[in-house]
Every structure is written in C-alpha cells, then in structure tokens.
C-alpha cells in the first residue's frame, strides 16, 4: 500500500510537470486514456467477469451501491442548496459525489489491501456501478446544471453503448468459461492493474494541472465550505450503507466496501469541461478527496 501511495504521488507529480513544461502533454494524456479505455480496462475485464461469480450478497451490495449513490447525490444537492451553491457549481459538486475513482486507485488499493483474488468483486463494482453512472447520470448532471451542449437521452444512450468497449469486455467475460482466461491471462490482468495505477494518475496529473493553469488557480487550494459539502456526501453515505447491510448480515464483498470509499473520478473534468461546470471546485475536491483516500488507506495498511 505505501508503493501504490508513493506511486500515485509521483505519477501526478510527473503529470504536472509534463503540463507545464512541454507542449505535447494533452495529447499524450488523450492517447493514454484512449489506450486504457480501448485495451487495458477491457482485458482486465474481460478476465475478472470470466473469473467472478456473483452471491446474493454481491447482488444485494451493487444494488445498495446504487441506491447509495442516489442518495449521496440527493444530499450534495440538498446541501448546495443550502449553502448557496447553483448552477455549474452545483453540477460540479453533484458530478464530484457521484462519479468515483474505482478503477485508476480502486483496482491497485484493492489488491494492495485485499490481495489479488478480490480484484474480480472490485472489477464488477467498476463496470457495473462506477461506468454506467458516468455515461448516465455524469452526463444527465452535466446536462442539466452546464452551459455546454446538451445531448439528447438517444445521444446519451449511443454514447453509453458505443464508448464504452469495456462493457463490452465484461460481456464477453460473462459469456465464456473461465478456461477461456487462462492463468498466463490473468498475470497480464494484473500487470496492467499496476499499469493503470501510473498511466492513470499520470493523466491526473496533465489534467488537474492544466484545468487550474487554465482557471488561473493555485495546484492545491485549502478545502472550503462547498469542498468540504463535497467529501461528505462522497465519503458518508454510500460506504455507511454498505457497511450497514453487511452488519446485517448480508455477504458483502469487502471490495465493494473499498470501492464504494473512493475518491471522486477525473472523469469528473471530463464531462465538466464538456458542459461548462465549475472546473476549479471539481479539481480541488479530486485532489483532497485522493489524499484523504491514499493517507487512510497507507494508515489502515501499516495498522
């Protein structure tokens, strides 16, 4: 756990300075996420699905993990509100609580913390929870509180189905036995989850940097009232709810326990910069809401 911290640290690190020192970073951070999108997040995928075998408490933990997560969003919402936040800045905290990082930091903690037999469970939480709500509520939020443009549910629903090539992979992984990923397929799954964990944070990085370049805005700002709104509804609600079914008594994997714990999602800035949220509250609540998470998670390890 003290390499996946040190790792993700650094990786960010090497993203800020490649933004701000060379002129090829966005492109290079395009090409990373196209790379991860297209062929490491499907064949981990395809391998965990053609390994996993779902229990009723692994069912009941996913439809919590829903239910949690409308919840959490209801409550930034109500909270906003109520502090006076409206507009692109209330989008940029409802898309801060909803959308998580369960693959660039869920993928490597949960095999740092749990081992590797429990990256299939943190895998389906991913594709099941995490993906969908991106494509679906990310871009509804975005819709509803941006400026940009504002796609159709057709446009959406396309969107959903056609960028989504590990869906796809998790498919497939359902359909076959699990002969069809065999153990040298599996050892190359898990390479690319520590693959993911540089690259990705490595794409953090070029993106946080560039987005409060852009702002005008300094790399790390202390969290005020609208941030800390934001970590509450993130961190509380979806992880209570699941800790509470499974004290009573209900079989839920530990992983999706860990996932649910997440930070907020860099695909955060994504659908923010499509649609004219508040790019600078987005960003601050990703980089504390990652400390918090790498800082909890190296305590929990050396205890």
């Known amino acids: 756990m003290l390499l996946v911290a040190l790792t993700a640290v650094l990786a960010t690190g090497a993203g800020i300075l490649l933004d701000r020192h060379t002129a090829f970073a966005g492109r290079l951070a395009h090409r990373a996420l196209t790379l991860m999108l297209y062929v490491l997040i499907p064949l981990i995928a395809y391998v965990s699905f053609a390994h996993i075998h779902i229990s009723v408490g692994g069912g009941i933990g996913l439809a919590v993990a829903y239910a949690g997560l409308a919840c959490s969003g209801v409550l930034a919402w109500a909270i906003g509100r109520r502090i006076g936040i409206e507009g692109p800045a209330l989008g940029a905290l409802l898309i801060s609580v909803v959308l998580v990082n369960t693959t660039y930091l869920g993928y490597p903690m949960?095999?740092?913390?749990?081992?590797?037999?429990?990256?299939?469970?943190?895998?389906v939480y991913d594709q099941v929870v995490s993906t969908p709500i991106l494509f679906t509520?990310?871009?509804?939020?975005?819709?509803?509180?941006?400026?940009?443009?504002?796609?159709?549910?057709?446009?959406?629903?396309?969107?959903?189905?056609?960028?989504?090539?590990?869906?796809a992979a998790a498919i497939?992984?359902?359909?076959?036995?699990?002969?069809?990923?065999?153990?040298?397929?599996?050892?190359?799954?898990?390479?690319?989850v520590d693959a993911l964990l540089v690259v990705g944070f490595v794409v953090?990085?070029?993106?946080?940097?560039?987005?409060?370049?852009?702002?005008g805005a300094p790399l790390l700002e202390r969290p005020n009232l609208h941030v800390g709104a934001a970590l509450a509804a993130r961190f509380l609600v979806t992880p209570l709810l699941l800790g509470a079914v499974a004290l009573a008594g209900v079989a839920i994997p530990?992983?999706?326990?860990?996932?649910?714990?997440?930070?907020?999602?860099?695909?955060?800035?994504?659908?923010?910069?499509?649609?004219?949220?508040?790019?600078?509250?987005?960003?601050?609540?990703?980089?504390?809401?990652?400390?918090?998470?790498?800082?909890?998670?190296?305590?929990?390890?050396?205890?």
């Open 110 to 123: 949960t095999v740092a913390l749990l081992g590797a037999h429990a990256l299939p469970h943190a895998v």
């Open 137 to 167: 509520a990310g871009f509804a939020i975005g819709a509803a509180f941006g400026h940009g443009e504002r796609p159709t549910f057709a446009a959406r629903a396309k969107a959903f189905l056609t960028r989504n090539p590990p869906l």
């Open 172 to 192: 497939a992984g359902l359909l076959v036995p699990a002969s069809f990923a065999p153990a040298p397929l599996v050892s190359a799954a898990h390479v690319v």
């Open 204 to 215: 953090v990085g070029v993106y946080l940097s560039s987005e409060r370049r852009e702002d």
């Open 254 to 303: 530990g992983a999706f326990l860990l996932q649910a714990a997440m930070p907020s999602a860099i695909g955060g800035l994504i659908v923010g910069h499509a649609f004219g949220l508040d790019q600078r509250l987005i960003a601050t609540v990703i980089v504390w809401s990652t400390i918090l998470v790498l800082v909890v998670g190296v305590v929990v390890y050396v205890v």
